[in-house]
């Protein structure tokens, strides 16, 4: 058992600008459903999880689902979004399949990774790329 789920730990979706300590919270409901993909398609590598104000992607998009914000959600203030490694065309689909079993109704579909957020201030429904 790990600190967050059965599978995932704080330490995995830490804010990683080395300013601050790392300590902002993750939606409870984001590692819930991260947790049933991890169920279903074993384990999961986080890339990104939670930036703090400080980190220097949250100064280039500082609405961005990864920087700590109150939604209204009842979760209080939290991170609402994780990047995960997705290499390779079948497992792209098998995490993608996975995350819209899981509930996940934003997702960002990067050449390495996946953008999964459940971040209810933005549209719903929507896949994106980032295709420059
Ligand atoms: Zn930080």
């Known amino acids: 058992m ?22 902002a919270k993750i939606s409870p409901d984001l590692m819930d459903k991260l947790q049933q993909m991890r169920d279903a398609v074993g384990p999961i590598r986080i890339t990104s999880g939670v930036r703090c104000r400080k980190h220097t992607e949250s100064r280039t998009r500082p609405t961005s689902s990864h920087v700590p914000n109150d939604l209204g959600d009842g979760e209080g ?24 079993a899981a509930g996940f109704v934003r997702v960002g579909i990067g050449s390495s990774f996946l953008h999964l957020d459940n971040d209810l201030s933005k549209s719903q429904g929507v896949a994106w790329d980032y295709y420059k």
């Open 2 to 23: 790990s600190d967050l789920t059965r599978h995932f730990s704080q330490s995995e979706v830490a804010c990683k600008c080395g300013r601050c300590r790392g300590g």
């Open 77 to 100: 203030r939290c991170g609402h979004a994780v990047d995960i490694a997705a290499v390779g065309s079948g497992r792209r689909f098998r995490l993608l399949d996975a995350a819209l």
